[in-house]
């Protein structure tokens, strides 16, 4: 499955982006979200179950961002509001084939190509 993330950009700090992950043909994987800041590895932000009715947050978001799936738009959304300057980062979308939710890169699947978000203070 290949997976495009889109949404990025530029905001100020307090504000709001919203990220889409759109695959290419519907799947019953778990969807994640990372980010990786310059010269720093990536790290998880948060993760939803195929099904949606369950997502785990990282601390530092818990509040801020919220995920959501639309499985007939084979979608995936990154709500992040609130945004601060240490949100700065290229955030990716991947896909895991493992029957439980899953929150380490080695874990999933399928990588989208990134999306640039950068919040000015």
């Known amino acids: 499955v290949q997976l495009q993330a889109s949404g990025g950009g530029l905001v100020q700090a307090g504000g709001s982006l919203r990220l889409s992950c759109a695959a290419s043909r519907r799947t019953f994987y778990h969807m994640g979200w990372f980010r990786q800041a310059p010269g720093k590895e990536r790290e998880f932000v948060v993760a939803?179950?195929?099904?949606?009715?369950?997502?785990y947050y990282a601390d530092f978001v818990k509040g801020r961002f919220t995920i959501s799936r639309d499985n007939a738009k084979n979608t995936v959304y990154l709500q992040m509001n609130s945004l601060k300057p240490e949100d700065t980062a290229v955030y990716y979308c991947a896909a895991a084939k493992n029957t439980i939710v899953v929150v380490t890169t080695k874990e999933y699947d399928y990588w989208g190509q990134g999306t640039q978000v950068t919040v000015s203070s």
């Open positions: 939803i179950s195929w099904s949606g009715d369950s997502a």
